[in-house]
């Protein structure tokens, strides 16, 4: 198991966002967590990428706790994060947008940047190199000089997933990849998703309401409601679940 | 690979080299009016360029160039002034023993100024960057107003409000222009790097920085460091100019210049902080033509004394009515280069 959630709570003040919730991610699964809105979800990502305490329980990556790392500690040990809304670096380019991924993997120090070591030339070039071949990889090569905010909304989901992977995570964190997309943009995701997946050895956890795109994806979900697990097993299995649906379209029988 | 050079890196090289003759041909030709004021502008380069780097291009909107200055303007003229003209300066109390004692050549003093400043920043950035945004403005304006008042209190080392005097007049346009370029080649540097991009990042979504790996905290501190080495070796640089100094000077007055300076020529613009510096500090003395008596189509105006602050104002307005984002915006001089190329490919 890569990631192991163990008997998760987290309350915000009187409110319990999520409760008692234990789940196990396989290496190179793909994961669905789903559920009506205001179920939990997007606060279990916050507490997987260590941007929420725990108010009990603990995230397990590799076999290592992760109590107390900040965000960015979470990020270098090999989790990496999209966000519902998509937040690219407004003022920068593409390429410098993936580039940021890689600030903790470049080695040279403040001063061999401010005199131009012949390391600093080495390890940006490095970079800018790794950069372009995982924005090529995307189909995005062509765009690495433009703004990323003049891209098409496809587009900047994809730079977005480049730049997480710019980070070489292990698990990757996808919140809403499909939102806001047409089918065949859904389906072009879709289709990547799975193909980075196998290269780049990941293993990915996704919040997803596309119940389409969650049951061609995923190997496993997770259904959560009201910070409750309800179901856990196939995404087919999870439609056709009583809890399930009573949790989506309500629960007609008990009125 | 061998060594390339790119057409990019002779134009800076061409640049620099165009700066060190303009600074040799006016210090040998010009009045020395005008070598005033282009001491005054280079000054104010250095201190725009840092200022730039922690608050338009790391985004951080910070109100504290003025207490760093002070620090570098007070360690400098205290290791500069003699100890005889310290003997009768001190007229309120009598001056700390060590006081006496402290006496350095130009270039430690001046590097001394920055250090001071900048571990002084770095002792600031711990509780300063716990909030954002507003809230980081008021803190910073907190600092400079109780270096002022520190040094008005303390006059056991600094003379109070009385000041130093008798600083001597080491700078002139070779120091001054020298270390301006110095600022803006180690400036564009960093903004250059990986930590210039993580400042960039931490500007545009903290959040999301941080979620790449940044470590933004660090990101913020390397920003205000910096910014504050070079307000300080500034101030010790305006303190060897003007040759004497007190905590008057260094009011709130003096930041709200320099924010005028890199909003004009664009938050985040190292290019747009030095055409700023230009444009503020020498339109203001180009155009004191304004305050005296003018001909204009037959009639005669008396002297009005304050028309150039009027026009100069005014300017400022249209420019920002048109140029919201100043006038360079977050470009460099060199983006008009590459975004002209990018038809050729």
């Known amino acids: 198991m890569i990631l192991k959630i163990d008997n998760v709570t987290k309350n915000f003040g009187g409110v319990t966002a999520i409760k008692e919730t234990s789940f196990s991610v396989a290496p190179k699964e793909i994961f669905g967590l789903i559920g009506p809105n205001g179920a939990g ?38 989790i990496a994060r999209t966000f519902q809304n998509i937040r690219l670096f407004s003022s920068m380019s593409v390429l410098d947008n993936v580039l940021i991924g890689f600030d903790f993997q470049a080695r040279y120090g403040f001063l061999e940047s401010i005199v131009r070591f012949p390391r600093f030339i080495k390890e940006e070039k490095r970079i800018k190199v790794r950069s372009m071949e995982i924005l090529d990889y995307f ?7 433009e703004k990323a905010v003049d891209l098409s909304y496809g587009q ?13 995570p292990e698990l990757l964190l996808l919140d809403e990849p499909a939102a806001g997309m047409n089918p065949s943009e859904t389906e072009e995701l879709g289709v990547i998703i799975k193909k980075a997946r196998n290269d780049f050895d990941l293993t990915v956890l996704l919040i997803e ?13 997770l259904v959560l409601d009201y910070g409750k697990t309800i179901f856990e097993g196939k995404p087919h299995e999870a439609i056709q679940d009583p809890e399930v649906i009573a949790a989506y379209l309500g629960d007609f029988h008990n009125d | 690979m061998g060594i390339t050079v790119s057409k990019n890196q002779w134009m800076n090289v061409a640049m620099v080299a165009f700066a060190m003759c ?37 985004g951080q909107f910070s109100l504290e160039p003025n207490g760093f200055v002070a620090i570098g303007a007070y360690v400098t003229a205290l290791l500069l002034v003699s100890p005889e003209a310290k003997q009768y300066q001190y007229a309120i109390v009598d001056p700390y023993p060590f006081v006496m004692t402290l006496h350095a050549n130009f270039v430690v003093a001046l590097l ?86 993580a400042m960039k990042a931490v500007r545009d979504d903290e959040d999301a920085a941080t979620a790449m790996g940044v470590n933004t905290f660090k990101a913020k501190t390397l920003a205000f460091c910096t910014s504050a080495f070079f307000e300080g070796v500034g101030g010790g640089l305006l303190a060897a100019l003007l040759t004497s100094i007190s905590p008057d000077l260094f009011d709130f007055f003096f930041t709200f210049q320099l924010l005028i300076i890199i909003v004009l020529g664009g938050l985040g613009s190292t ?32 002297a009005m004394p304050g028309m150039r602050m009027v026009v100069f104002s005014l300017i400022l307005i249209f420019i920002m009515l048109f140029a919201r984002e100043g006038i360079m915006g977050k470009r460099e001089l060199k983006d008009f280069f590459t975004s002209r190329k990018k038809g050729e490919k």
């Open chain 1, 41 to 78: 979800k997007t606060t279990m990502f916050n507490i997987i990428t260590g941007n929420y305490e725990p108010s009990s329980g603990q995230v397990i990556f590799r076999g290592e706790p992760m109590d107390g790392l900040k965000p960015h500690q979470i990020v270098r040990k090999g």
């Open chain 1, 139 to 145: 189909g995005m090569a062509s765009f690495a000089h």
């Open chain 1, 156 to 168: 900047q989901r994809k730079v977005e997933i480049a730049r997480a992977l710019a980070t070489n």
């Open chain 1, 209 to 221: 309401h596309d119940m389409k795109f969650v049951n061609q994806m995923c190997d496993k979900v």
């Open chain 2, 22 to 58: 303009f600074i040799v041909f006016s210090s040998n030709y010009f009045d020395e009016y005008s070598v005033r004021i282009l001491n005054n502008i280079a000054i104010f380069i250095i201190l725009a360029v840092s200022y730039n780097l922690i608050n338009g291009v790391t």
């Open chain 2, 112 to 197: 001394l100024s920055g250090i001071f400043a900048a571990l002084l920043a770095l002792a600031l950035a711990a509780p300063v960057f716990r909030v954002r945004g507003d809230y980081l403005a008021i803190v910073t304006l907190g600092f400079g107003f109780i270096i002022k008042i520190l040094a008005i209190n303390n006059p056991e080392i600094t003379n109070g409000s009385l000041g130093l005097n008798d600083i001597p007049e080491f700078s002139n346009l070779y120091w001054t222009g020298g270390i301006a370029i110095i600022a803006v080649i180690v400036i564009l540097n960093i903004v250059n790097s990986k930590f210039g991009r």
């Open chain 2, 271 to 302: 290019t747009g902080a030095i055409i700023g510096t230009v444009l503020v500090i020498g339109g203001s003395e180009w155009m004191r033509f304004l305050d005296e008596p003018m001909h204009l189509f037959g009639y005669t105006t008396t």
